[in-house]
């Protein structure tokens, strides 16, 4: 059954003729993916603004006001202790984050339970799998 998504996926379009000009930033439905795959919804639902290597530079950065952190640098930033919690709540939306108030960082909470029809366990499952993802990718 196609299931149509309404939330926040950001995708930008560059054009290549103007230099100067900014991309401009979309949002779209996002698309299903695993729940079991960190690799696969960080691909999907991050990449666009964390980058690919989740140093924060990814297309849709530059028509962001707030820049997308650094996500390799977390465990660094935190005495070399991944913050697990801290990125899980960030991702449920039950966190704040840290350096300015109104946030360009999507709700991934909200997203994930309309993708998963309410399903708590498979919220749970979605935030712990991309957050063990992002914790593999810090350096050290
Ligand atoms: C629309 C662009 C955008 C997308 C898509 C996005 N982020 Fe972010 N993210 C941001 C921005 C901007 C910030 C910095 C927000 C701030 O400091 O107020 C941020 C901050 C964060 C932080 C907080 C780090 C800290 O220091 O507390 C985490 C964790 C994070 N993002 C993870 C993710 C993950 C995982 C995904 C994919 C599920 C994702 N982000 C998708 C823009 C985005």
Redesign the pocket.
């Known amino acids: 059954m196609p299931r149509h998504f309404l939330m926040?996926?950001?995708v930008a379009s560059l054009t290549s003729l103007a230099v100067a000009q900014k991309p401009t930033?979309k949002k779209v439905p996002a698309p299903y993916t695993s729940p079991t795959s960190g690799p696969e919804?960080?691909a999907s639902?991050?990449?666009?603004?964390?980058g690919k290597d989740a140093k924060?530079n990814?297309p849709?950065?530059p028509a962001?006001?707030?820049?997308?952190?650094d996500?390799t640098m977390?465990a660094k930033?935190n005495h070399g202790k991944f913050?697990y919690d801290?990125?899980a709540a960030?991702?449920n939306g039950k966190?704040m984050?840290?350096?300015?108030?109104?946030?360009?960082?999507?709700i991934?909470g909200k997203?994930f339970w309309s993708i998963s029809g309410g399903h708590k366990g498979e919220v749970q499952q979605r935030v712990a799998n991309?957050?063990k993802?992002?914790e593999s990718m810090q350096v050290k």
Do not use: D, I, N, R
């Not at 639902?45 to 964390?50: D, G, M, P, Q, V």
């Not at 962001?64 to 952190?69: A, E, I, S, W, Y």
């Not at 984050?97 to 999507?106: D, I, L, N, R, Y």
């Open positions: 926040f996926v950001v930033v919804m960080y639902y991050c990449a666009a603004c964390h924060g990814g849709a950065a962001l006001k707030v820049p997308p952190t996500l977390l930033q913050p801290h990125v960030v991702l966190a984050m840290p350096a300015h108030g109104s946030s360009e960082m999507p991934w997203v991309l957050t993802y992002l």
